[in-house]
């Protein structure tokens, strides 16, 4: 199973194919009411940091959690935005566990097992294969988490 390419942004367009190839990608699920909210300016400065070096965050708002990401596209854009200057690609709001799971969530995921909250991350590398998980508690500027992806874009 590959990545897939039939993304959607949170405007409601096709995610170009080739803004992810050849990239390192980050995957967050992501909720606007959660307490690890406040992890979003570290995913920017992340994606700011490691970004002319092939690498991007993707973020994945996700309401399975608590209600946490109750939101319309509009109001998850501008909240973003506004609160935490997000200029990284935001996709469409998904379920990232259960019988609805997005293709994007079924192919990060191994079989079996679920996310178990907000702000869980996967690493993906250049060649389109999950590379490490984190959990949602690991924050953007955890040292095994920049390591992964050192050693990816390397």
């Not at 608590?66 to 596209?73: K, S, Y």
């Amino acid at each position: 199973m590959s990545l897939p390419t039939n993304l959607v942004t949170l405007e409601g367009k096709p995610l170009p194919a080739n803004e992810l190839e050849n990239k390192v990608i980050l995957f967050v699920n992501v909720a606007s009411k959660c307490g690890l909210t406040p992890q979003y300016s570290g995913l920017v400065q992340l994606d700011k940091k490691y970004g002319e070096r092939g690498f991007k965050v993707v973020a994945v708002p996700c309401n399975q959690f608590g209600a946490q990401e109750p939101g319309t596209p509009s109001e998850i854009k501008e909240f973003t935005s506004t609160k935490y200057d997000v200029e990284f690609t935001l996709l469409e709001k998904q379920d990232v566990n259960g019988a609805n799971r997005s293709p994007l969530y079924k192919f990060l995921v191994k079989d079996g097992e679920d996310i178990s909250w907000n702000f869980g991350k996967f690493l993906v590398g250049r060649d389109g294969e999950v590379v490490a998980r984190f959990e949602p508690a690991t924050t953007p500027d955890d040292a095994e988490l920049q390591a992964a992806i050192e050693k990816a874009l390397s």
